[in-house]
């Protein structure tokens, strides 16, 4: 049965930090972390090669988002510094056993866990 669950989300000021942590019940390939607006597409943040620890963000991160994982616990996590307003959204940890180049085609993820909401004021 496979099972993504996140944990972590909340609300921080413009500025401040928080990490968003998912815990899967097998190891996929790729994993990434995505986040959605209400009336956006929902876009993808960043990912990371589960055999290599590779990882991928997306320009609006760089610099301050960080991919990690535990392959012990089967954990994935997302730290988040100097979160902007923009930063506001609905993130969702993603799982798939297809390869794609720096994990980042994101139409290959397919489970998904039901997403935590992080605000940034």
């Known amino acids: 049965h496979v099972q993504l669950v996140e944990s972590g989300g909340g609300s921080v000021q413009a500025g401040g930090s928080l990490r968003l942590t998912c815990t899967l019940t097998?190891?996929?390939?790729?994993m990434a972390w995505f986040r959605q607006v209400p009336g956006k597409e929902r876009e993808g943040v960043g990912s990371?090669?589960?055999?290599?620890?590779?990882?991928y963000y997306t320009d609006s991160v760089k610099g301050r988002f960080t991919i990690s994982q535990d392959n012990a616990r089967n954990t994935l996590s997302l730290q988040m510094n100097s979160l902007k307003p923009e930063d506001t959204a609905m993130y969702y940890c993603?799982?798939?056993?297809?390869?794609?180049?720096?994990?980042?085609?994101?139409?290959?993820?397919?489970?998904w866990g039901q997403g935590t909401q992080v605000t940034v004021s």
């Open positions: 990371i090669y589960t055999a290599g620890g590779y990882t």
């Open positions: 097998y190891r996929p390939a790729c």
């Open positions: 993603a799982a798939t056993m297809n390869v794609s180049p720096e994990c980042a085609n994101w139409g290959t993820y397919d489970h």
